[in-house]
């Protein structure tokens, strides 16, 4: 049995990842300001807002089909079962997805653009940091059924 098929992390870092995130983009806009256009302030704040919704309706979804199929919703846990239902059949990260929805949609909703960048910088951090490793993980432990589901469906959208 290899240390993949133990458990993905050691560590949940996604989390922290994009709690990191919105602390930069807070600082950055603190120190290095950038001009938000005031003039339909209304526009940015109303796409936040969706964003931020659809942010929580994707992770919840996730995390419920999750249950509903009896695995793990952390990351650094074992997982006992390969779940393409739900969101997992539009795309292989959906509660990273939405943190990533939620912290774009959160720089919109405040007027603070360092949170769309960090956002980015995020979702690739977490790519390297959390999903080779979680895919390594489900590779090992699901092998074919894996590599079929990663051939239909996209990492991210």
């Known amino acids: 049995m290899n240390a993949y098929r133990m458990k993905p992390l050691a560590f949940p870092w996604p ?5 990191a995130a919105l602390a930069a983009a807070f600082l950055l806009q ?3 300001p950038l001009a938000a ?4 302030i209304w526009i940015a704040r109303t796409a936040g807002g969706l964003l931020i919704f659809m942010a929580i309706v994707l992770d919840v979804w996730a995390m419920r089909t999750l249950l509903d199929c009896h695995t793990t919703i952390l990351p650094n846990r074992c997982s006992t079962h390969l779940v393409t239902s739900g969101p997992y059949r539009f795309t292989r990260n959906p509660i990273y997805l939405g943190y990533t929805l939620a912290t774009a949609g959160i720089g919109l909703a405040v007027l603070n653009p360092w949170c769309i960048v960090t956002a980015m910088i995020a979702a690739v951090l977490t790519s390297i940091v959390a999903i080779k490793r979680e895919e390594l993980h489900l590779l090992s432990r699901f092998g074919i059924d894996f590599e079929r589901y990663c051939n239909g469906t996209t990492r991210w959208i």
């Open 30 to 32: 603190a120190y290095f």
């Open 37 to 40: 256009a005031e003039t339909n």
């Open 15 to 19: 989390p922290l990842i994009y709690g």
